[in-house]
């Protein structure tokens, strides 16, 4: 929802509430009016009591000798009364006013007539006669035009002080009524407003109410729809956007969809903690939306793994230029406590609709795309539909190696590691690859980072194993003594659980401990270093030797090698490498010597090409090395027939 339409739908809450509070305080208004009105009428009612009280008490009272008005009133009684009432009558005071007995005879009336006396059997005549008082608005034009005020009381002589009959006196409303009316509308005037007020502030409240629930849901939405890590759209929002520039594509208007992926976060998130790999999170996601156009659209898809749109990108070359830019800004570098990282990324690019007619077609060729990316050099790859039958993103790939453990699919190449002094061989490390059915014998690269990143290096792991001690007994029994040596993951480190699987797999195949190297990265023995310390000295215990593998690039600390019982520390083929050119690569490969001797480690070099590395490396103490010099990764049987032949020919 727009901002715009928001502000509509507010508008009109705010009309309906207010309209709706506009109902109770209306009727709250009439509720209080009619109040007024019967307060009125009760004020007018007592008003009239008391003046008729003060005739009873006055005028008729003092003019009565106290016998009962049924034996009639003497000629002195009606001289008095008439006096009294020609005078009230005169100033108004009394419209009408008569004297009855308890029976409802007529003693005196100051008009001398009875017409239009209330009847003994009215309620309140009865009220009056029993000793009450009733009191009546009436408009009878018998008695007097207009309304008038009707009270029926006792009749109180004043000699006796006893009760002789009833008093039925009309007095004048109009200045009652008068008085009543400037009353209540002065009370209307407070009441309408103190009742505009009131309206005032519930629409106040109804507006500021509407306002807070339009900024709430407005809130709601935003984080409905955005990462709260990094404020980027998250994968609702991406796949809106995504879905309207497919739309947008049909009618024409192209452009291009981007998935990437952080290389080798994990590793920054296993090592430097979660608190470090938000942070680098964070500036990935700043550096991406300050990279790119204000209507590009960024999007955090979890993980390390991020989306972008790109409308109106039909230039195919401009966007790769594009982004291979955006990648390089992504890879400079950062640190993040304490530590100088450098990000690299994978991206996939996917052009719509020349490539994809449906938002999940786009989704998955440039996630093959990406993948591609991962496992190639340039780091940006475009989805090309010409390879469509290679189905390489990481969700098929999942599925295929499980299937591949299942089919026996995965098979174990060797590559040797001589000794650099007599050249001897004096162990193999196992190197797995995967036959697929369709796209031929695959390199570790194009599976094994799905794997990692999967439950399924546990099995795979396993399976290796299992089929590397197979393999060495078969050479051990054509009298060929012979290490092996076996990848771990840092998920392997995860649980003493491996290292009691490693050793049902020795007893299994009959294998002696130390005849099992399993080569371990820093950066698996830095994930979760106190279980990973506990699994290696667990497996040392048994005595199966332990190997630091590609020593040099991660993270691991001295005190921590200082603590594990390590067997090996392998130079990084990286460091290797660079050994005829650089004295930089020199000077570290000669530390890392020196250091793995003082721990007590053999020490070996991966990637030795040439004779002039391996003459440096054993000039420089280093005890053992392997690389394509002496041999490629091939089947333990080549490998033997091929040491095997060289050991005869140096014999002759």
């Given at each position: 929802m727009t901002s715009?339409?928001?502000?509509?739908?507010?508008?009109?809450?705010?009309?309906?509430?207010?309209?709706?509070?506009?109902?109770?305080?209306?009727?709250?208004?009439?509720?209080?009016?009619?109040?007024?009105?019967?307060?009125?009428?009760?004020?007018?009612?007592?008003?009239?009591?008391?003046?008729?009280?003060?005739?009873?008490?006055?005028?008729?009272?003092?003019?009565?000798?106290?016998?009962?008005?049924?034996?009639?009133?003497?000629?002195?009684?009606?001289?008095?009364?008439?006096?009294?009432?020609?005078?009230?009558?005169?100033?108004?005071?009394?419209?009408?006013?008569?004297?009855?007995?308890?029976?409802?005879?007529?003693?005196?009336?100051?008009?001398?007539?009875?017409?239009?006396?209330?009847?003994?059997?009215?309620?309140?005549?009865?009220?009056?006669?029993?000793?009450?008082?009733?009191v009546q608005i009436v408009d009878d034009p018998q008695q007097a035009p207009g309304a008038t005020v009707r009270v029926l009381q006792p009749v109180i002589a004043a000699a006796s002080g006893q009760a002789i009959g009833v008093l039925?006196?009309?007095?004048?409303?109009?200045?009652?009524?008068?008085?009543?009316?400037?009353?209540?509308?002065?009370?209307?005037?407070?009441?309408?407003?103190?009742?505009?007020?009131?309206?005032?502030?519930?629409a106040l409240i109804s507006w500021w109410t509407t306002r807070a629930l339009r900024r709430h849901a407005a809130a709601h939405e935003h984080q409905a729809l955005h990462d709260p890590l990094t404020g980027l759209a998250n994968r609702e929002l991406f796949r809106r956007v995504?879905?309207?520039?497919?739309?947008?594509?049909?009618?024409?208007?192209?452009?291009?969809?981007?998935?990437?992926?952080?290389?080798?976060?994990?590793?920054?998130?296993?090592?430097?903690?979660?608190?470090?790999?938000?942070e680098l999170l964070k500036v990935v996601a700043q550096r991406?939306?300050?990279?790119?156009?204000?209507?590009?659209?960024?999007?955090?898809?979890?993980?390390?793994?991020?989306?972008?749109?790109?409308?109106?990108?039909?230039?195919?070359?401009?966007?790769?230029?594009?982004?291979?830019?955006?990648?390089?800004?992504?890879?400079?570098?950062?640190?993040?406590?304490?530590?100088?990282?450098?990000?690299?990324?994978?991206?996939?690019?996917?052009?719509?609709?020349?490539?994809?007619?449906?938002?999940?077609?786009?989704?998955?060729?440039?996630d093959a795309a990406m993948y591609q990316g991962k496992n190639g050099t340039t780091g940006v790859v475009v989805y090309e539909p010409a390879g469509e039958h290679h189905p390489t993103h990481s969700l098929v790939v999942q599925q295929e190696l499980r299937l591949a453990l299942e089919r026996d699919e995965l098979v174990l190449h060797y590559q040797p590691?001589?000794?650099?002094?007599?050249?001897?061989?004096?162990?193999?490390?196992?190197?797995?690859?995967?036959?697929?059915?369709?796209?031929?014998?695959?390199?570790?690269?194009?599976?094994?980072?799905?794997?990692?990143?999967?439950?399924?290096?546990?099995?795979?792991?396993?399976?290796?194993?299992?089929?590397?001690?197979?393999?060495?007994?078969?050479?051990?029994?054509?009298?060929?003594?012979?290490?092996?040596?076996?990848?771990?993951?840092?998920?392997?480190?995860g649980s003493l659980d491996f290292a009691r699987t490693v050793a049902a797999l020795l007893e299994e195949t009959g294998t002696p401990p130390e005849q099992l190297h399993l080569e371990v990265t820093e950066t698996a023995l830095a994930f979760d270093p106190e279980t990973a310390a506990a699994v290696v000295s667990e497996l040392a215990r048994q005595g199966i030797q332990i190997s630091v593998d590609d020593f040099g690039i991660g993270f691991t600390s001295l005190s921590q090698l200082r603590t594990l019982t390590v067997a090996e520390v392998k130079i990084d083929r990286t460091f290797v490498a660079g050994l005829s050119g650089s004295e930089q690569d020199r000077a570290i490969v000669g530390s890392v010597i020196g250091l793995g001797h003082s721990l007590g480690c053999t020490v070996t070099a991966e990637g030795v090409e040439t004779e002039d590395v391996a003459r440096w490396l054993s000039d420089a103490g280093c005890d053992r090395a392997q690389g394509y010099l002496w041999m490629r990764p091939a089947p333990w049987t080549e490998v033997v027939s091929a040491f095997s032949a060289a050991h005869e020919r140096s014999l002759t």
């Open positions: 715009r339409s928001r502000r509509r739908t507010g508008s009109r809450l705010f009309v309906v509430y207010a309209a709706a509070s506009l109902v109770p305080v209306a009727v709250l208004g009439a509720v209080l009016l009619r109040g007024y009105h019967d307060q009125a009428l009760e004020r007018g009612r007592e008003q009239g009591r008391a003046q008729a009280a003060v005739i009873d008490e006055m005028a008729i009272g003092p003019a009565l000798t106290g016998a009962d008005l049924a034996t009639g009133l003497s000629d002195t009684e009606l001289e008095r009364l008439r006096s009294a009432t020609d005078l009230a009558l005169f100033h108004g005071s009394v419209v009408r006013l008569r004297l009855r007995s308890f029976g409802g005879a007529v003693a005196f009336s100051d008009d001398g007539s009875v017409l239009g006396a209330v009847s003994p059997t009215d309620p309140a005549f009865r009220t009056a006669a029993a000793g009450g008082t009733d039925e006196v009309y007095l004048p409303y109009d200045a009652i009524a008068a008085k009543v009316q400037a009353e209540t509308r002065r009370a209307i005037w407070h009441l309408g407003l103190s009742l505009l007020a009131l309206y005032a502030v519930l995504a879905g309207d520039a497919v739309q947008d594509g049909q009618r024409g208007e192209g452009g291009a969809l981007v998935l990437v992926d952080l290389d080798h976060f994990k590793e920054v998130n296993d090592t430097l903690g979660h608190h470090a790999g938000d991406l939306h300050g990279a790119l156009r204000t209507d590009d659209t960024v999007a955090r898809l979890g993980g390390d793994e991020f989306g972008i749109v790109l409308p109106r990108a039909t230039d195919r070359t401009g966007t790769v230029a594009l982004l291979a830019r955006v990648r390089s800004q992504l890879a400079e570098e950062i640190v993040i406590h304490g530590v100088r990282l450098s990000v690299e990324a994978s991206f996939g690019v996917c052009f719509y609709p020349d490539d994809a007619q449906s938002l999940e077609e786009l989704l998955q060729h440039a590691k001589l000794d650099l002094g007599s050249g001897e061989v004096h162990g193999v490390e196992a190197l797995v690859r995967w036959e697929h059915p369709e796209r031929g014998l695959l390199q570790p690269g194009q599976f094994l980072p799905v794997a990692e990143r999967s439950e399924l290096i546990e099995p795979l792991t396993v399976w290796v194993l299992r089929r590397a001690l197979a393999d060495h007994a078969r050479w051990t029994a054509q009298g060929v003594a012979w290490t092996v040596a076996v990848n771990v993951s840092a998920r392997n480190l």
